[in-house]
């Protein structure tokens, strides 16, 4: 995995190549068995602002789902690579927020997908820090899912198998997405989002 640390506009992390080809191939393959299971958006938490629905995909969080997290492959490889990598660690250039990254003693998972016309509206977490890993099967069967972080009008490139980790309190966004192939096996845009934060969990 790569990791480069990002100051401006707001201090973040960009990840590429986070997965190795057999992590991913049992990720692939516990999404196969979980995507008949994804809830609509109203049954996964976040999805409103003021009562109202900001997001049209489709998801679970994982950490309800297994009573032993080790059953479940995605949890097990997104938190060696997010949690427990020095390397990773080490890349925030800024001390509070490396000690705060650090310091976080909760996380929880939320597993994404994003098919025609999916998208999710302008929002912030309730955690210290995201991490928001893309992920699709190629050739790519669509296009859009940009992602945004919207104070600053600035946009993360989009890349399979890479990612994002920035601070929870930032506005951010993904623009519709258009499926190209609509009959191809898993299209579109699928997104591992890993939240943590201090004291005790959301979900």
Same mark, same amino acid.
């Given at each position: 995995m790569e990791v480069k640390f990002v100051e401006k506009p707001t201090p973040h992390l960009l990840l590429e190549d986070v997965f190795t080809d057999k992590d991913l191939e049992f $990720?692939?393959?516990? $999404?196969? %068995?979980?995507?008949?299971? %994804?809830?609509e958006p109203e049954q996964t938490e976040g999805a409103k602002v003021n009562e109202k629905i900001i997001k049209k995909n489709s998801g679970l969080f994982l950490y309800p789902l297994y009573a032993n997290f080790s059953y479940s492959d995605i949890i097990r490889i997104t938190n060696e690579r997010i949690y427990y990598e020095d390397y990773l660690k080490s890349k925030w250039s800024i001390p509070w927020i490396r000690k705060s990254f650090e310091t976080c003693n909760w996380d929880t998972i939320l597993l994404s997908h994003y098919g025609d016309n999916d998208y999710y509206d302008s929002h912030t977490d309730r955690s210290v820090f995201t991490t928001v890993i893309w992920i699709w099967k190629e050739p790519k069967s669509f296009e859009g899912g940009k992602f945004f972080l919207d104070n600053y009008s600035y946009e993360v490139e989009v890349k399979n198998n890479s990612g994002i980790i920035f601070l929870s309190t930032e506005l951010h966004s993904v623009s519709p997405v258009k499926i190209l192939e609509k009959n191809s096996k898993n299209c579109g845009r699928y997104s591992i989002t890993s939240f943590c934060g201090l004291g005790m969990p959301n979900q």
């Open positions: $990720i692939w393959n516990e $999404i196969n %068995f979980l995507q008949p299971k %994804f809830l």
